[in-house]
């Protein structure tokens, strides 16, 4: 093939608007059904410290690290890595859990995003 013949026979590629179709209300709503099996990372954050390289390999076992938190404030709670919530650690079942004291509206979460 050359230049010549796909100059002839290309056409401008045609899109409906996909907006409205003549959809109900309830049909144009997401279903949440096919997303809530989807498992997600939650993770809690105690703090955070930036230390240099050097320091960080004379780390060893009994070593203290300070954190940029201050003990009895509240621990970051993520969903893959976005901050959803805070709270404060508990105990269950001799396990840790987390109370959550605030959660972040969606559309706080979706005005961090931008």
């Given at each position: 093939?050359?230049?010549?013949?796909?100059?002839s026979t290309?056409?401008?590629?045609?899109?409906?608007?996909?907006?409205?179709?003549?959809?109900?209300?309830?049909?144009?709503?997401?279903?949440?059904?096919?997303?809530?099996?989807v498992?997600?990372?939650?993770?809690?954050?105690?703090?955070r410290?930036?230390?240099?390289?050097r320091?960080?390999l004379?780390?060893?076992?009994?070593?203290?690290?300070?954190?940029?938190?201050?003990?009895g404030?509240?621990?970051?709670?993520?969903?893959?890595?976005?901050?959803?919530?805070?709270?404060?650690?508990?105990v269950?079942?001799?396990?840790?859990?987390?109370?959550?004291?605030?959660?972040?509206?969606?559309?706080?979460?979706?005005?961090?995003?931008?």
């Open positions: 093939m050359n230049a010549k013949t796909n100059e290309a056409r401008t590629a045609e899109f409906h608007d996909l907006e409205d179709q003549g959809l109900s209300e309830s049909a144009r709503e997401v279903n949440l059904e096919v997303i809530l099996d498992p997600v990372t939650l993770s809690m954050e105690v703090g410290t930036r230390i240099p390289i320091n960080l004379q780390l060893n076992q009994g070593s203290v690290v300070e954190l940029d938190r201050a003990a404030e509240p621990l970051d709670v993520f969903v893959n890595g976005t901050l959803v919530a805070h709270g404060e650690v508990v269950v079942n001799d396990k840790f859990g987390i109370r959550l004291t605030d959660v972040i509206s969606p559309a706080e979460r979706i005005r961090k995003l931008k």
